[in-house]
């Protein structure tokens, strides 16, 4: 190899060497830079809340209440909160039937609530909504005109169904259920708008139910504001309960 072909492979070697040098050197500023930038996004992502923005439609829960409540519980910056123990935070709320919380910049969190809609008490201290599920807040005198029913707690959509198909019912009488009561055994009790407890069993309950109307309507219905209870567990007749200094038991 000629003096000038060894210099030029040598020339070409550090040509490479440097070209080398300065883009790990570029690399190098290049990931500064860009860590940097990510540090600083980071931080200006990552900052305390400044403000719970609540929405959806409600009557029962105050808002700015849970607002308030959530927001003395953070401890963490916007981006290190944990969404999912927040929103069971909220749905432990016996009114909230759901809810879901986004993060926002500036950093806020966004709370979509959708609120329990009770359809009817349930025993003496819950209530039901509208999918058969039991809930348990304060009750207050305003849920008194709902229906009160009461059972078996896997029973809920049964008990729901029975009550509108038997109000149906009875509505034609001019009459109207504002309670039903299914036993462990099945056997079904109902109460009614004129104050009037009807204990029908468990067999045969439609039959037994026509036959105690078709009875009401000839015999009872102007009687009704003296009756406390009417039995009609029988085969060809009713037992009538009356209120005290009305009348004597017997059987229709």
């Keep these: 190899m000629s003096r000038s072909s060894v210099e030029q492979h040598t020339q070409q070697g550090l040509d490479r060497y440097w070209r080398s040098v300065v883009l790990l050197t570029l690399l190098v500023v290049f990931v500064g830079i860009g860590s940097s930038a990510l540090r600083e996004l980071w931080g200006w992502l990552n900052q305390p809340v400044a403000e719970i923005r ?41 009114w909230v039937h759901s809810a ?4 926002q910049w500036p950093p806020s969190l966004e709370v979509q609530l959708e609120e329990e809609v009770p359809v009817a008490r349930w025993g003496d201290k819950g ?8 809930f348990w807040p304060e009750l207050k005198p305003e849920y008194r005109a709902l229906p009160r029913l009461s059972g078996p707690a896997h029973e809920t959509v049964r008990i729901m ?13 001019g009459l109207r259920l504002t309670g039903l ?27 037994r139910l026509k036959r ?16 406390e209870q009417i039995d009609i567990r029988y085969t060809n007749g009713v037992a009538v309960s009356w209120r005290a200094g009305a009348g004597q038991d017997n059987a229709g």
């Excluded at 209530?127 to 039991?134: A, K, M, Y």
């Excluded at 105690?212 to 009756?227: C, D, T, V």
């Design 181 to 207: 009561t299914l036993e462990t055994r099945g056997a079904w009790t109902l109460e009614l708008d004129n104050g009037i407890r009807v204990i029908a069993g468990r067999e045969q309950l439609l039959p």
């Design 54 to 94: 609540m929405a959806g439609a409600t009557r029962h829960l105050d808002k700015t209440a849970l607002a308030q409540t959530l927001a003395g519980g953070l401890t963490s910056p916007l981006l290190q909160l944990d969404l999912k123990q927040i929103q069971e935070q909220l749905i432990g709320d016996p």
């Design 212 to 227: 105690f109307l078709s009875i009401y309507r000839q015999n009872l219905a102007e009687k009704a504001g003296q009756i």
């Design 127 to 134: 209530l039901l909504n509208h999918q058969g599920d039991i």
């Design 161 to 173: 169904q029975q009550f509108h198909d038997l109000n149906r019912m009875f509505s034609s009488e």
């Design 100 to 103: 879901s919380v986004r993060r």
